[in-house]
């Protein structure tokens, strides 16, 4: 009820943006005051009686996370505040996206906010330090206990400046920077921000780039490194088929379904929150029954409330991701959500 009030009296008459830099650096210092951290985890991002299990056990990832909902890439784009998105109760962070080269992104405004719907608009473009600065704070991440024991993955996705043509070399960089220091890695071409970029999401284009991912990252780290690949909404069912293909052909890890959908008349960028969740439903319903029980599904997209997890759930997720709902319902969420998915998951 707090944050309610503080979010339409307070962070509603602030540029987005604005409001997005300032709550994640209040998250990020937070979290670097022992006492206050502890209080907070406390409080709001009290862990599940149970963690999810590791790949060894049939679930996803290379270790069990500690939460069924993770943090959808985008909110941290540079991994600055893992450790205060962690003490809040996600299971898992995806930082990123990120790119090889540093870039501003595109000009602003570029983060609209519609509470009345509970979306969220962007045009971001991938605003980033790049890989290697990704890299310096991952590693310095890993340095201390604590950040060994956050399950972090990496959304990896083409510089602007990059031509098509020369997209594998780029994403194959970002790889290879970022691997040693990830949980699991993300191939992004499903982000409507960059020109051309959803063009990737072709088989075609898309087989290589993977491909040269896997071989770097796998090298850089010493070990097979997650890979996944993140689709958009607005596939047609053909195409989210030839993905699926795709992903058992190559034996990817799985599928993060889905981004933002260009499906609306609110301007330029993409659009994300609740009225995505129906087609972000779809998608992984029909990515399951195409790829059966192996690979996994993260689904993401306008998850909300327990009855929306439960529903990504049967559809065919294995683990879930959300941003907006963040952004909406407050910091006490992704720990509240995950203890209450905890009991469901084990009831399954």
Known sequence: MLYDLLYKTVLTRIDPELTHDVCLGAIRATSRVPIVRDVVRQMWGRRPAFAVPSAGQGGPLARPVPGIMGLAAGMDKEGEAVEGLDMLGFGFIEIGTVTARAQDGNERPRLWRYPATRAIRNRMGFNNSGADEAARRLRELRSTVRGRSIVVGANIGKTKATALADAVEDYRYSASRLARWVDYLVVNVSSPNTPGLRSLQSVEALRPILAAVRQAADAAAGRRVPLLVKIAPDLA???????????????????????????????????????????????????????????????????????????????GADLLQAYSAFIYNGPAWPGRLNRALATTVAAR
């Open 237 to 315: 069912d053909e195409d989210i088929d030839a993905v699926a293909g795709l992903v058992l052909d190559m034996g990817l890890d799985g599928v993060v379904a889905t981004n933002t959908t260009i499906e609306h008349d609110l301007g330029e960028g993409g659009l994300s929150g609740a009225p995505l969740l129906p087609r972000a439903l779809e998608v992984v319903r029909r990515l399951r029954q195409r790829l059966g029980e192996g690979p996994t599904i993260i689904g993401v997209g306008g998850i909300s409330s327990i009855m929306d997890a439960e529903l990504m759930l049967d559809a």
